[in-house]
């Protein structure tokens, strides 16, 4: 079973810019949760989402959004781009709830 | 909200046991326990969970006390490649459904030879 894949593997913006980062979630699975890692900060939840609802929210501004689409991919936008939004940003999908996350490689984005 | 205590590093020798262990005397009693471990530029990787009993899968062992105040995780024979950052987890339940997990600083493990 292919796992979850996130695309772009790195991405450099430019500080005002926006940005799309897209992840598959594994065969089957239907709740995709979105993280944020950082050196200061460690791993942060951004949102989740499940069957195309957005299910819950992390402590971020609203230049942080997301969607799910009827396949269970997901996508993740940042608009104004800022220098503290260079992160490690992680997706992750599960088949059921108290089901294990299981985790892709992650986007490396930069922005300068 | 972190719910679990861990000791910021540990060493182990190559083809011994790591025992990692982790505090969480405050979950409730119908709160799992999960680990994962991140490698250098990799995503966390599931490794187990437990609620009361001990697990046993092919990758370690989770042995939660009878209080479930605390657990160990077990690699029974570290090998290089196991050198990573732990996580001991216990998920928080939202509010609108799912889980979400709060990833505390981890163990560091370093195998060595």
């Known amino acids: 079973k292919a796992g979850v894949t996130q695309t772009p593997r790195y991405l450099i913006k430019t500080r005002g810019q926006q940005v799309t980062l897209s992840c598959s979630p594994i065969s089957g699975h239907r709740s995709v949760s979105w993280y944020q890692q950082t050196p200061g900060q460690g791993l942060q939840f951004l949102f989740e989402y499940f069957s195309e609802t957005q299910r819950n929210k992390g402590n971020f501004p609203g230049r942080f959004s997301g969607r799910q689409f009827s396949n269970s991919r997901s996508e993740m936008n940042v608009s104004t781009l800022e220098l503290g939004d260079s992160a490690l940003y992680l997706c992750?999908?599960?088949?059921?709830?108290?089901?294990?996350?299981?985790f892709g490689n992650g986007t490396r984005l930069t922005v300068t | 909200d972190a719910k679990t205590t861990q000791p910021t590093s540990m060493d182990c020798a190559e083809g011994r046991a790591a025992n990692l262990p982790c505090n969480h005397s405050?979950?409730?009693?119908?709160?799992?326990v999960y680990w994962y471990r991140q490698i250098h530029s990799q995503g966390p990787q599931y490794i187990i969970h437990g609620l009361k009993n001990n697990e046993t899968n092919e990758m370690a062992s989770l042995i939660i006390t009878e209080d479930r105040k605390s657990s160990t995780l077990i690699l029974p024979h570290a090998t290089l490649r196991d050198t990573a950052v732990y996580y001991c987890i216990a998920p928080t339940t939202l509010t609108g459904g799912g889980n979400k997990l709060t990833f505390g600083t981890g163990t560091q493990l370093k195998v060595e030879l």
């Open positions: 405050t979950i409730s009693g119908n709160e799992y």
């Open positions: 992750a999908s599960s088949p059921a709830y108290n089901s294990p996350l299981h």
